[in-house]
């Protein structure tokens, strides 16, 4: 599904990814894990499509299709998501309103006809339950005031909504409390499928118990520098980057 | 006039062009009408016309007002534009097309909507009593060029405690209108405890000169609410005094959505004459294109205890321009004032103008008086999330360039007006940009 090759990424000339290599098939769950700065975001960001980042060398083949030369909003039509790690907040546009807009976005793009108001409504209602968020956040300004925690959930709601076949969480676990961590790792675990594939970006071991991933890899100076089984965050967990980092120096 | 022609030369020949039509003018019956006419004939042969070096006019060119044709009289036989009201929203209809007075509702029993020509004898005295008392001419030349340009208005008044149905006042174009200079005047008078929603809408493209003077007075403990809808870019020369006294304990609540035109300026001045007057004013603005908006607002506090809120937020596109100018005067004695005002406005492009000028003038120590200004462009970081959801950027910039204005469209007083206003700005906002010309 998605072949990373050689991926060389600056922002504003200093680089951050460094000849990244990664593949994933669907239906596989991959954490990406390292220290601060190692460029776990800025890879998040380059899928997204975020401005500010510019790819020097290599290549991100999405179902074969070049994802780089696509807008951010194509990237979405075709099923790439990314939970924020900082989800922005919009004051005066209604939560409901935009789940609204970005679902018929994508349905759009699969030649379906927009939602009626009641059955999104429905839909809307029933995932807010899912995720623990009282349906008022519904009528509220995007991320209006929400909390940490609050945000997070938004983030899965979306995903949820959304359907994605690629879904990147940009460190969705931080900041979240042990609960919240529990109904976000349901949330993920329902997506799982065999038509999906998820990555996880974290820092932490904690989420990996809850959503077990098929490969782990840790991301460092810009580069995966070693990737393993589920065992290898426990690991981690165990001896941190240090050994791994000095090992690759 | 030649292009050749000075600004002062074009000035001097309006000046004069204008002393003509008015002379012209057959003596008029209605005292109050005979004697507004020449005090603003006198007033406006000694106030000279805006230049570049007048303060409150340094965003605003007159130029615009000054072309071939915009002082002639409208042609007499004129066809009824379509005026369409908003749907459901029912209430009578004032149409004035070029100026004249073309239609006026009936009325329930304690209002008077009438023509000045046609009034009676109690409005006859009311008209001599309020004609003119509240719209300053002094250093405002366009309000005594209407007065001393008066033939006819509309007086709407509201008796004592009277609950008044929805009024409408329509300033229209007509739609085969040449140029022509209208001057429609429009008197509303709400006596002790009288309320009244009052929806006003200015229609017309046409490069018409529309010199619009609205007096407003407000006595104790009545109530107004006043929505005023001016959307239709175009070569429309439009230029709006409203000059309100707000009583003891009344309430003028303002909202307004606005587009720029070639030339579009409105003058408010709202007084708060005795304790307790409660004001509100709202303001959403869109302009695109080469278009031009200016307000320029003046809340006097006279009296102590009284509070006014003004809420504006713009967005300016393309070439436009728009202009605010808030003027906050607490008088000395106008003690336990508070007001506010916020203005916000986004460039949607790089060679969009916006200037925002505060101006507090406070003379008494125990008020609240908060004033901020912003002038900013779409957060880009939004712009990136709605997108990321799926949510093509056009759509994504309007959904944010809406959630600006929400603040000011939600305070609109009816639900069927604030429903309508939104896809008419909607629409404007989505309009591809106009070929700039050379």
Redesign the interface.
Known sequence: MLKISNLHVTIAGETILNGLDLEIAAGEVHAIMGPNGSGKSTLAAVLSGREGYEVTEGSIEYFGEDLTALEPEERAWRGVFLAFQYPVEIPGVTNMEFLRASVDALRAHRGEAATSAVDFMKLARATCKQVGLDTDFLKRGVNEGFSGGEKKRNELLQMLLLEPKLAVLDETDSGLDIDALGVVADGVNTLRSAERAIILITHYQRLLNHIVPDRVHVLSGGRIIRSGGKELALELEEKGYGWLTEAAA | MTMASTLEQRLDEFTRRARERSEALAADALPALAALREAGRKTFATTSLPGPKTESWKYSRVGPLLEEGLLDRPQAETAVPDVTGIESFDAGRILIVDGVVRDLPATADGITVTRFAEAGAEAAATLGRELGQLADMSERPFVALNSGLIEDGVLIHVGPDVQADSLELVIAQSGDAGPHGAHPRVLVVLETGASLTLLERHLGTRAVFTNSVIEVRIRDEARLEHMRLQLDAGAGRSLTALDVAVGRNARYDLQQALAGSTFRRNEIRIRCEAPGGEVRVGGATLTRNRSHLDTQMCLEHIAPHCSSNQVFRALAGERSKTVLNGRIHIHPGAQKTAAELSSRNLLLSHDAEIDTKPELEIYADDVKCAHGATVGRL????L??????????T??RM??S???L??VVDAFPVAAVRDAVRPVLEAAFLAPAEASRP
């Open positions: 957060d880009e970081r939004a990136f999330y709605l997108r990321s959801r799926g949510v093509a950027e759509q994504a959904l944010l809406f959630a600006f929400t603040a």
